[in-house]
């Protein structure tokens, strides 16, 4: 189906969504575009990267998106996830697909082969979350392995989401959003992979301050220190690449 005809059809199924009194958004995430081989490869694609990669978003998932002046995403917090109906979701035929382009192959091939530079952004962020000051005196680079494009048809989207939109909190938590303005888009596209990083610190730091910052960087990454210290695995099916379809105005 093209792409344009895929959000009309998106936009129209939520023109008909009802009012509902409010509930708290979920948890946010930081990502944004890039100059790495990643990032690039991700434009490509018409994915939006995850700046930090830590948990894997159902297809489906309703989210609100922050933009900076320049129109570019800078965050987007869960409304409501549709990991709560897997089950239904399944009984009724829901169906998810699954395919690695040569691009992802090629991606992974050189990530695997000595891995991608994080670059200066991204790493200003891990420091941030690690709360380590001067993320020039660490250099990382990403390995990705397993890695899959996850995505769903119109059809299943428009299932997933009226399925969602039948429960109170959701209903709600859309509503309140809408109320206060804020760009509501669903979940389409996730591009997964088992995701580890190498680390090198720059400078003379010593073994109590490094094994201090691989514990504090591990943890922003919601991964664990293997081997010798200087390699964090971040995790499996990690989220890192996504797309989303946006939601027209809802009526009063």
């Given at each position: 189906?093209?792409?344009?005809?895929?959000?009309?059809?998106?936009?129209?199924?939520?023109?008909?969504?009802g009012?509902?009194?409010?509930?708290?958004?979920?948890?946010?995430?930081n990502?944004?575009?890039?100059?790495?081989?990643?990032?690039?490869?991700?434009?490509?694609?018409?994915?939006?990267?995850?700046?930090?990669?830590?948990?894997?978003?159902?297809?489906?998932?309703?989210?609100?998106?922050?933009?900076?002046?320049?129109?570019?995403?800078?965050?987007?917090?869960?409304?409501?996830?549709?990991?709560?109906?897997a089950?239904?979701?399944?009984?009724?035929?829901?169906?998810?697909?699954?395919?690695?382009?040569?691009?992802?192959?090629?991606?992974?091939?050189?990530?695997?082969s000595?891995?991608?530079?994080?670059?200066?952004?991204?790493?200003?962020?891990?420091?941030?979350?690690?709360?380590?000051?001067?993320?020039?005196?660490?250099?990382?680079?990403?390995?990705?392995?397993?890695?899959?494009?996850?995505?769903?048809?119109?059809?299943?989207?428009?299932?997933?989401?009226?399925?969602l939109?039948?429960?109170?909190?959701?209903?709600?938590?859309?509503?309140?959003?809408?109320?206060?303005?804020?760009?509501?888009?669903?979940?389409?596209q996730?591009?997964?992979?088992?995701?580890?990083?190498?680390?090198?610190?720059?400078?003379?730091?010593d073994?109590?301050?490094?094994?201090?910052?691989?514990?504090?960087?591990?943890a922003?990454?919601?991964?664990?220190?293997?081997?010798?210290?200087n390699?964090?695995?971040?995790?499996?099916?990690?989220?890192?690449?996504?797309?989303?379809?946006?939601?027209?105005?809802?009526?009063?």
């Amino acid at each position: 189906m093209p792409r344009v005809l895929f959000f009309l059809v998106i936009a129209t199924m939520l023109c008909a969504i009802g009012s509902t009194k409010s509930v708290t958004a979920m948890a946010s995430r930081n990502f944004g575009p890039d100059q790495t081989p990643l990032g690039e490869t991700l434009a490509a694609m018409n994915l939006i990267e995850m700046r930090t990669p830590r948990q894997s978003w159902p297809i489906g998932t309703i989210l609100t998106v922050t933009r900076n002046a320049r129109g570019q995403i800078v965050k987007v917090d869960d409304v409501c996830n549709p990991a709560l109906l897997a089950p239904q979701l399944e009984q009724q035929g829901v169906t998810y697909m699954i395919s690695q382009t040569s691009e992802m192959q090629s991606l992974e091939q050189r990530s695997m082969s000595g891995g991608i530079s994080v670059s200066a952004p991204i790493l200003q962020q891990i420091a941030a979350d690690a709360r380590i000051s001067g993320a020039q005196s660490f250099r990382m680079n990403v390995m990705l392995n397993n890695t899959k494009l996850l995505y769903t048809d119109a059809s299943s989207l428009r299932a997933t989401v009226r399925r969602l939109m039948e429960v109170p909190d959701c209903r709600d938590s859309v509503r309140q959003a809408r109320q206060e303005g804020k760009e509501l888009t669903a979940l389409y596209q996730v591009l997964v992979a088992d995701l580890s990083y190498s680390v090198s610190f720059t400078g003379d730091v010593d073994a109590s301050a490094r094994a201090n910052a691989m514990s504090q960087i591990s943890a922003a990454l919601n991964g664990r220190v293997e081997g010798g210290g200087n390699r964090i695995i971040a995790g499996n099916g990690l989220t890192f690449g996504f797309a989303l379809a946006p939601f027209s105005p809802m009526p009063q």
